[in-house]
Nanobody
Framework: QVRLVESGGGLVQAGGSLRLSCAASERNFRLNPMDWYRQAPGKQRELVAASTGFQTTNYADSVKGRFTISRDNAKNTVYLQMNSLKPEDTAVYYC????????WGQGTQVTVSS
């Protein structure tokens, strides 16, 4: 059974940085999209950063220039480097593997204090 295990969340002050990791087991997803979503309390889950299997990346406007998605296909791991964090970045962050799959991690909490 495929598992996506996220790590790296925590509490950080505004302006700080965190690096999230998501390791996939049981299958290599080097040709598949691997993304990061987030969900803040009372809000819908939103796409934060996307990485196709062909090195193309996309970002939500709210994180452009601050967040960077990268992947190590040999380790079947996707990362999200988050810099210049803001209180509005506070959310549970989820790793996702897409087309043709739809796998989700359990989520990792990121809290940014002002």
């Amino acid at each position: 059974q495929v598992r996506l295990v996220e790590s790296g969340g925590g509490l950080v002050q505004a302006g700080g940085s965190l690096r999230l990791s998501c390791a996939a087991s049981e299958r290599n997803f080097r040709l598949n999209p691997m993304d990061w979503y987030r969900q803040a309390p009372g809000k819908q889950r939103e796409l934060v950063a996307a990485s196709t299997g062909f090195q193309t990346t996309n970002y939500a406007d709210s994180v452009k220039g601050r967040f960077t998605i990268s992947r190590d296909n040999a380790k079947n791991t996707v990362y999200l480097q988050m810099n210049s964090l803001k209180p509005e970045d506070t959310a549970v962050y989820y790793c996702h593997v897409g087309g043709p799959y739809d796998y989700w991690g359990q989520g990792t909490q990121v809290t940014v204090s002002s």
